[in-house]
């Protein structure tokens, strides 16, 4: 859910970030206050920091959560911080119960919205596996908040699903919008979609079981191969579809590509690992614990990748 934070007095900038952080450091020594937050933005890295008002009374900070999807949490403190807590938002459908004391910091907020992140990923990744498969109504860069889908089911149908974020794998609440007076192609969708619903199964992806249930195959994104919806896609990098077969990888070895570019216009996929032998070859990257920032070989959009040491 996205939260509007008061902007009285916040005018955003970017000056406490990178070359402006001397000035952050001396507001630090003109009050507790200052003192307070800029010790809390140190304990948690200057690296995900992405906005920074002047006044140090609101910021944003980029976070990867375990799919490495990215996310913006949004802060707003209030001058008698740390007494009472901050105000927070995200892109999420639902936002969490901030657990606070005086004892509390930035950082416990940035654990709490992580495990929050946590719980949602079957939520985003059932929203996914409908983007990838269907030609989804207004599908570019969709809100992490939303739990609606519009999908085109051909001869000017649509089909309109809400996804439970509580339960995401369970039977979507469901229907069909089309001309008016209703052609036959929807009335018949509407008839086996109320006949054969009770098939639905967590056991099989949103849409094997839609696809089940209307005994037919939806129309599919513009550019994806008909032949194949599962076919491996070649990294940017190594140019292959899996990495080679090598004791040394471990885990990882033989697997496809596990990282896209979230921007539309490029979605160019490569291997994490091969993503992250690139960036650290980059003068410009950037690390924050376990994070590396940098920019796509393709497009320059900014990226950022978890290290996996394992």
Not at 104 to 124: A, G
Not at 250 to 261: E, F, I, L, V
Not at 299 to 306: G, N
Request: net charge negative; glycine share 6%; aromatic share 10%.
């Amino acid at each position: 859910m996205k939260m509007n934070a008061s902007s009285s007095g916040n005018n955003l900038s970017e000056e406490c970030i990178g070359g402006g952080r001397a000035r952050c450091e001396e507001l630090a020594k003109s009050s507790s206050f200052y003192r307070i937050v800029y010790t809390e933005i140190e304990e948690i890295g200057w690296e995900p920091l992405r906005r920074l008002g002047g006044d140090l009374t609101f910021f944003s900070f980029h976070i990867l959560d375990n799919k490495g999807r990215a996310h913006i949490l949004e802060i707003q403190l209030g001058r008698d911080y740390p007494k009472s807590p901050p105000s927070v938002s995200a892109d999420v459908p639902y936002m969490f119960t901030l657990e606070w004391s005086t004892r509390s910091r930035l950082k416990d907020v940035m654990h709490q919205f992580q495990k929050h992140l946590d719980n949602l990923q079957e939520f985003w990744s059932v929203l996914d596996d409908i983007d990838k498969s269907f030609c989804v109504v207004d599908a570019k860069q969709p809100s992490r908040a939303s739990s609606v889908r519009r999908i085109h089911a051909g001869n000017d149908c649509i089909i309109l699903v809400h996804i439970d974020f509580n339960d995401p794998k369970s039977l979507p609440e469901c229907r069909f919008i089309g001309p008016l007076p209703p052609a036959m192609h929807m009335n018949n969708l509407h008839k086996l979609w109320r006949r054969n619903s009770k098939k639905w199964s967590k056991e099989i992806s949103f849409r094997e079981n839609l696809e089940c249930i209307l005994g037919t195959e939806l129309p599919k994104p513009p550019g994806l191969r008909e032949e194949d919806d599962h076919q491996p896609i070649e990294c940017g990098i190594c140019y292959a579809q899996f990495l080679p077969t090598d004791e040394e990888l471990g885990a990882r070895s033989g697997t496809p590509t596990d990282y896209t570019c979230e921007n539309i216009s490029c979605n160019k996929s490569f291997h994490s690992l091969c993503l992250t032998d690139w960036l650290r070859s980059i003068t410009t990257t950037r690390q924050s614990f376990d994070v590396l920032f940098g920019n796509c070989p393709y497009c320059s959009d900014p990226v950022a990748v978890k290290i996996n040491n394992k």
